[in-house]
């Protein structure tokens, strides 16, 4: 069935420094979707995209839908130590399935 | 407050004592879904709603059972759980109408911890 590899596994950064988390995928993927979860509650959208090549920001996040439509980009500037958690990329399964990568765990040193 | 609730947050049990974990979901959605979440091999669908009366099998529906007779509440039971369905156990709902974010964005509730012994 349809995987998703997300890499890094974990991050351990210092508050200030730029992030970069990518996902890729077994198959096309016509939809590409950015969860974070904040430690103790459920994932909560932080971006979705449409389009292969599309390019969206939320804020100090910037997600990248690939041009072969296999992979996506997650980048967190300047980040701060509410960024904390885990960060997981998803897109539709098959039917009405849906697939989540393994999850980036990320850590900030204040 | 548009939220979907879940309980128990916490459950410990011993192996074949057949549990229920509820979730409801107070945003009129159409579709409902369980999740569990191990390390290193993040979220994990279970089964799935479309709406009442109507539930499919996700990835890991082994040992699972799910019904949905109203469109608030989609319960997930465990007839006989066992050690390996230890996790942690999350519902979201989503809604159908439309395309974009509003199609796609599941909210998630709060997250059931389950321990079998």
């Known amino acids: 069935g349809q995987q998703l590899n997300q890499s890094p596994q974990s991050m351990f950064i210092q508050e200030g420094e730029d992030v970069s988390m990518n996902c890729t995928s077994s198959?096309?993927?016509?939809?590409w979707l950015w969860y974070k979860q904040d430690p103790g509650e459920g994932p909560v959208l932080l971006i979705a995209?449409?389009?292969?090549?599309e390019l969206t920001s939320n804020g100090r996040l910037t997600a990248q839908f690939g041009i072969t439509r296999k992979d996506s980009f997650l980048n967190i500037s300047a980040s701060i130590p509410s960024d904390v958690g885990i960060y997981f990329c998803?897109?539709?399964?098959?039917?009405?399935?849906?697939?989540f990568g393994a999850g980036t765990r990320l850590f900030v040193k204040a | 407050e548009a939220q979907v609730t879940q309980n128990p947050r916490y459950l410990i049990t011993v192996t074949g004592k057949k549990l229920t974990v509820t979730c409801s979901q107070n945003?009129?959605?159409?579709?409902m879904s369980w999740y569990r979440q191990d390390p290193g091999l993040g979220l994990r669908q279970i089964y799935y709603?479309?709406?009442?009366?109507?539930?499919d099998k996700g990835d890991v529906p082994e040992g699972y059972k799910v019904s949905r007779k109203e469109k608030r509440n989609f319960p997930l039971i465990l007839e006989s759980p066992s050690p390996n369905q230890t996790s942690l156990y999350f519902c979201?709902?989503?809604?159908?109408?439309?395309?974009?974010?509003?199609?796609?964005?599941?909210?998630f509730g709060p997250g059931t911890r389950l321990t079998v012994l």
């Open positions: 945003m009129n959605h159409e579709y």
């Open positions: 198959s096309i993927f016509n939809t």
């Open positions: 998803a897109g539709p399964g098959g039917g009405f399935k849906t697939i």
């Open positions: 979201a709902s989503k809604g159908l109408a439309g395309e974009g974010v509003s199609y796609n964005e599941q909210f």
């Open positions: 995209l449409y389009k292969a090549g």
């Open positions: 709603s479309m709406n009442v009366e109507v539930t």
